[in-house]
Nanobody
Framework: QVQLVESGGGLVQPGESLRLSCAAS????????IGWFRQAPGKEREVVSC???????FYADSVKGRFTISRDTAKNTVYVKMNNMKLEDTAVYYC?????????????????????WGQGTQVTVSS
């Protein structure tokens, strides 16, 4: 069964860093695009970052220069390192994938493209 599990969320102060993990099972994530999304209370789910099968990355303007997405093939895991966190980063963070298609160059930004989602991990930034 295709499954994604997020971990690494928690409480941090502004300016601190967190790294979230997305562990994949039931498929090899090297051949799939992986997206990171977040959803704050009362807000629509929005793209944070994504990575294609060829390693092409995308970052939302709100996190560009602060967040870094990466992939560890041996661990079948995708990470997002979040630096210099801000209050506005508070949200539930989800990873997602579409194991039925291969996106070589551009990872999709639209959450409707993704078929498999993790359960989410809470990130709270508070002073």
């Amino acid at each position: 069964q295709v499954q994604l599990v997020e971990s690494g969320g928690g409480l941090v102060q502004p300016g601190e860093s967190l790294r979230l993990s997305c562990a994949a099972s039931g498929f090899t994530l090297d051949y799939s695009a992986i997206g990171w999304f977040r959803q704050a209370p009362g807000k629509e789910r929005e793209v944070v970052s994504c990575i294609s099968s060829d390693g092409v990355t995308f970052y939302a303007d709100s996190v560009k220069g602060r967040f870094t997405i990466s992939r560890d093939t041996a661990k079948n895991t995708v990470y997002v390192k979040m630096n210099n966190m801000k209050l506005e980063d508070t949200a539930v963070y989800y990873c997602a994938t579409d194991p039925t298609e291969i996106y070589y160059l551009d990872c999709p930004r639209d959450p409707k493209t993704y078929d498999v989602w993790g359960q989410g991990t809470q990130v709270t930034v508070s002073s």
